[in-house]
């Protein structure tokens, strides 16, 4: 069974907010190679939108090695966009949802390959709600910013954590490696 991984960048001060965090080679290195070793990633449309930046980036490279790579990476790896809105994805590699997301997800889960990964706020609270996270890699950025989008908004029940390992970066970010524990 394939494992479904919750991987966010948030600040300190836990909101999510893709242009406060410290975005260095380090870190586009860090999420090249996590997207390398995965075989899907689902969005919510709001940060698939977010994500077409790439696209431009494969077609006009910045020159900087390290967010050039993640470009071409993040164009490649299949993507699948749960929106009520769009009718249609332009972008080639990603496809709309045709189920609602807890069937989608658990026919992903039962297929064979590599990781899946969530990389929406929305969507890493639904699927936390349904029980289907099976890791969280929270890569918290040294930047407090006050307001924004909380990551677990709307989340009602404590639900409890097991650390599994850090990663830390040169920047001050870190990333906790956490699964759901069995209490």
């Known amino acids: 069974m394939r494992k479904l991984v919750a991987a966010i960048n948030m600040t300190l001060d836990g909101f999510c907010d893709h242009t406060a965090g410290i975005a260095d080679d380090e870190l586009h290195q860090h999420y090249a190679d996590l997207l390398s070793n995965a075989g899907t990633i689902l ?25 050039d790579e993640f470009a071409v990476i993040m164009d490649c790896i299949p993507k699948i966009v749960f929106s009520h809105t769009l009718k249609n994805v332009e972008w080639e590699s990603a496809r709309l949802a045709n189920r609602d997301i807890e ?3 658990l026919a992903l889960k039962q297929q064979s390959g590599k990781d899946i990964l969530v990389g929406s706020p929305g969507l890493i609270v639904a699927l ?5 996270i099976d890791e969280y890699q ?11 989008l909380p990551l677990f908004k709307n989340i009602n029940d404590k639900i409890i954590l097991k ?21």
Request: charged share 20%.
């Open 138 to 148: 929270l890569c918290v950025h040294p930047v407090i910013i006050g307001k924004g």
């Open 43 to 67: 969005y919510g449309r709001v940060t698939y939108q977010l994500m077409e930046y790439w696209r431009t980036v494969v077609e006009n490279p910045t020159g900087n090695k390290a967010m």
């Open 103 to 105: 069937e989608e997800v």
């Open 163 to 183: 650390l599994l390992k850090t990663k830390s970066f040169n920047s001050g970010a870190i990333t906790l490696y956490y699964e759901p524990s069995e209490q």
């Open 128 to 132: 936390t709600q349904l029980g289907l």
